[in-house]
């Protein structure tokens, strides 16, 4: 039997990066009006009309289309995209001068163990949040309320090897109930949750931290007593067991925007934000539901230990993901640096070295026919690099995606004709890319299945710059053997790491 093949659309960029936006076709439109009025006013002279009717068009056309690249940065965009770009920057640098700084050792604790306010502050590129503990099938659970982004968020951790450690057949039938699982909350229009994230997150573990405990065990006083022989046959199953330099978490993220409908179920529910957490809290359970369903086996919500020691160890790799015994307000290193363009350094309190950071988006899927484990290069392949892979998906009904399909399959048509017209060479991969647009949506008139704009990122860490440009170029050539296109976000690398973060960011 051949093995199933998936085809990706003509990408339409939905994330940070490649979108273009009404202000690019007003610099165009203002160009050319500003050509025609300087040509007309200067009529009474042929080369000064000449040199005004030519020169804004020009002028519009270098900054929209001409890609440069600025010192500092390792991307070729055009002069509208940095100066976007470069706009976020300068006001990250005007908030906190570049550096950001944890008050949470400052500010200490109350009487009761619990923060102060003052210790509760987010650095650059993460919205104001409110952590809200609820319960959820009798486990502590936390919902993330993030007002100034206007949604919601909670998060399962999920015991899962992926896709990658597992065979072809049920690698497609994952996939299948996956797609179930998307269509439950997709296809439901007054369904708050409309975005889902799924997270993987590979660090380095100590390969010797067993035989360590072995040695601390046998000098334990506990263990004096213990019968030979049963010493002997720990030794034997301690020497049989292989142990991985390597761990891998996964996570599925709900998103819900905060709109009408959720308030009202919120106000159903309670006062506030905790209204609106239990009725996230509801939600979560209904995923865990989902989850199940699909063959995915959950480990236990995060609540705020967990979720804390997420967000640290991804800062810090330092930090053990499984220590989960930090509050809140430690949940982010003591300095974060954002002043250079390729990187975001962090430093913890108590240390003088600081990991490096780099986050890429996917700038394009891959355009020709791909297996379901095309991923395995970013997610198994690296096994010394420490990174987060983060793929969002924004759902819509049946309905609707079948009509931006459409819209999408037009645009192809359109760009493929003018294309021809003007003598320029058609690309294959455009022609494949549009072809499976239209296959997508003949597949999603005939399984009335939910659609999906999808968005991913992909954060690595190093202890050094140098380490870090390895890593880079490391991933980079990953990526090509997944068939993906990936774009490192210089100069917005503080607010793309948040992207990798367990709130469900980066889509439109």
């Known amino acids: 039997m051949s093995a199933r093949t998936y085809q990706f659309g003509k990408h339409r960029p939905t994330g940070l990066v490649g979108r273009r936006d009404l202000g690019e076709q007003v610099v165009l439109g203002g160009g050319a009006a500003t050509g025609i009025l300087l040509g007309y006013a200067l009529s009474g002279a042929t080369a000064l009309a000449a040199a005004g009717l030519v020169l804004p068009v020009v002028l519009a056309l270098l900054v929209v289309y001409a890609p440069y690249r600025p010192r500092g940065t390792s991307q070729r965009r055009t002069v509208y995209r940095w100066w976007r770009i470069k706009r976020y920057h300068r006001r990250a640098l005007a908030r906190s001068g570049g550096?950001?700084?944890?008050?949470?050792?400052?500010?200490?604790?109350?009487?009761?163990?619990?923060?102060?306010?003052?210790?509760?502050?987010?650095?650059?590129?993460?919205?104001?949040?409110?952590?809200?503990?609820?319960?959820?099938?009798?486990?502590?659970?936390?919902?993330?309320?993030?007002?100034?982004?206007?949604?919601?968020?909670?998060?399962?951790?999920?015991?899962?090897?992926?896709?990658?450690?597992?065979?072809?057949?049920?690698?497609?039938?994952?996939?299948?109930?996956?797609?179930?699982?998307?269509?439950?909350?997709?296809?439901?229009?007054?369904?708050?949750?409309?975005?889902?994230?799924?997270?993987?997150?590979?660090?380095?573990?100590?390969?010797?931290?067993?035989?360590?405990?072995?040695?601390?065990?046998?000098?334990?006083?506990?263990?004096?007593?213990?019968?030979?022989?049963?010493?002997?046959?720990?030794?034997?199953?301690?020497?049989?067991?292989?142990?991985?330099?390597?761990?891998?978490?996964?996570?599925?993220?709900?998103?819900?925007?905060?709109?009408?409908?959720?308030?009202?179920?919120?106000?159903?529910?309670?006062?506030?934000?905790?209204?609106?957490?239990?009725?996230?809290?509801?939600?979560?359970?209904?995923?865990?539901?989902?989850?199940?369903?699909?063959?995915?086996?959950?480990?236990?919500?995060?609540?705020?230990?967990?979720?804390?020691?997420?967000?640290?160890?991804?800062?810090?790799?330092?930090?053990?993901?499984?220590?989960?015994?930090?509050?809140?307000?430690?949940?982010?290193?003591?300095?974060?640096?954002?002043?250079?363009?390729?990187?975001?350094?962090?430093?913890a309190a108590g240390s003088t070295e600081s990991w490096y950071h780099a986050t890429a988006a996917v700038t394009a899927w891959p355009t020709t026919p791909v297996g379901p484990d095309f991923l395995s290069p970013l997610l198994i392949g690296m096994p010394d690099v420490i990174r987060t892979i983060a793929i969002t998906q924004a759902l819509e009904p049946n309905d609707k995606a079948v009509e931006r399909m459409l819209a999408e399959d037009t645009n192809n048509q359109a760009e493929l004709l003018r294309d021809r017209r003007r003598g320029k060479n058609v690309d294959p991969r455009d022609m494949i890319a549009a072809t499976a647009t239209g296959s997508r949506g003949m597949a999603l008139a005939a399984s009335g299945a939910a659609g999906a704009a999808v968005v991913g990122y992909l954060t690595v860490s190093a202890r050094s710059r140098e380490a870090l440009d390895r890593t880079k170029r490391t991933t980079a050539s990953r990526a090509r053997n997944a068939h993906l296109r990936i774009e490192w976000l210089d100069l917005e690398h503080a607010r793309a790491f948040a992207t990798t973060l367990p709130f469900a960011g980066g889509i439109k």
């Open 99 to 347: 550096v950001w700084v944890s008050p949470a050792v400052e500010a200490g604790v109350r009487r009761d163990g619990t923060p102060p306010d003052a210790a509760l502050t987010e650095p650059e590129g993460i919205a104001g949040m409110t952590w809200v503990p609820v319960t959820v099938r009798g486990q502590h659970a936390v919902v993330v309320l993030q007002p100034e982004a206007r949604c919601v968020t909670a998060t399962l951790e999920i015991a899962s090897p992926g896709l990658g450690g597992k065979e072809v057949g049920e690698q497609v039938v994952a996939l299948e109930r996956w797609g179930e699982l998307l269509d439950a909350f997709g296809n439901v229009e007054e369904h708050p949750v409309k975005r889902i994230q799924v997270l993987a997150r590979q660090m380095k573990s100590d390969p010797h931290a067993h035989q360590r405990f072995i040695a601390q065990r046998d000098e334990s006083a506990a263990t004096a007593a213990v019968p030979p022989w049963l010493k002997d046959s720990y030794d034997t199953l301690a020497n049989a067991v292989s142990t991985s330099a390597e761990e891998h978490r996964y996570y599925v993220t709900i998103h819900a925007k905060f709109t009408r409908d959720l308030a009202a179920d919120g106000a159903a529910r309670g006062a506030g934000d905790d209204g609106v957490a239990a009725a996230m809290a509801a939600y979560l359970e209904e995923l865990w539901a989902r989850c199940e369903d699909a063959d995915l086996s959950v480990i236990a919500p995060l609540d705020e230990g967990r979720m804390t020691a997420f967000i640290r160890n991804a800062y810090d790799p330092d930090h053990a993901i499984w220590d989960t015994g930090l509050p809140q307000a430690h949940a982010f290193p003591r300095n974060i640096d954002v002043r250079d363009g390729e990187y975001v350094a962090t430093r």
